[in-house]
């Protein structure tokens, strides 16, 4: 854990070598990334942290103010932190918080891998308008369902992303904390929607990527992944078989020989 300007922030780290960040979605901690680092080859540092809100990390939005800037501040001081060029891995709404904090440009980042990122502003703007609707949709509901205390109200966004079903096969920890966090949850779909990504952005962003999605993933996935492919300059874009949006967890050992083949 680390206190930076009264802020507390999630802080794990271990191993010496080139510095790779992994950020987690949503629901999520540090924890999330921990078999796909048990399967990555030694001599990297490899950092995790967790986002506004989830695991020990503080929460500085609000309903009035959910700008992508609070979560890029969380991956800056952890660039501070590790003071040197930073190879940052993000999974789902972690990977759309990764490419927002390459495209602002205030920290040095050497490469970005992203599994599964979801900036829905591009389907918004260059994809499918009924997918954008359905999202869209997806979210408000989602949103209502909190509001009026629905117990179970994560399994709507869980399901969307990961297929029906997945969340009630979740075992009863990761529900409860998904139930204890869906208001966190809130403010995610807020700020994924805010965010305001063009093809400018991604065809100026020359660092090395990795784009990663499983075979099982929604339109809504495909389309921001085929969107992020045919404009990112230096893109490398992979379909895991058989994975569905929760891969980093179902497809550890595949994400991890991806990573190795990516990093230095």
Known sequence: MLTIEGRNIDCTETGEGPAVLFIPGSYSTTAAWRQVQRGLAPGRRLVATSLCGYGGTSDSRSAQDFDIQHEVRVVEALARHVDAPVHLVGHSFGGTVALAAALSGRIDVASLALFEANPIALIHSYGDGAVHQETLRTSRGFESAVAAGEPD????????????????????????????TCSVNVLD????????????????????????????????????????????????????????????????????????????
Do not use: K
């Open 153 to 180: 109200a994560p399994g709507r966004i869980i399901d969307f992303w990961g297929g029906t079903g997945v969340y009630a096969a979740m075992p009863e920890p990761v529900q409860a904390y998904c139930r204890q």
């Open 189 to 264: 779909w807020r700020t994924d929607f805010a965010f305001n990504v063009s093809l400018p952005n991604l065809a100026a962003l020359s660092i090395p990527v990795l784009l990663v999605r499983g075979s099982l993933a929604n339109s809504a996935m495909v389309q921001m992944t085929d969107v992020m492919a045919a404009h990112l300059m230096d893109v490398r874009s992979v379909v895991v078989e058989g994975a569905g949006h929760f891969l980093i967890t179902s497809h550890a050992a595949q994400c991890a020989t991806l990573l190795d083949s990516f990093l230095p």
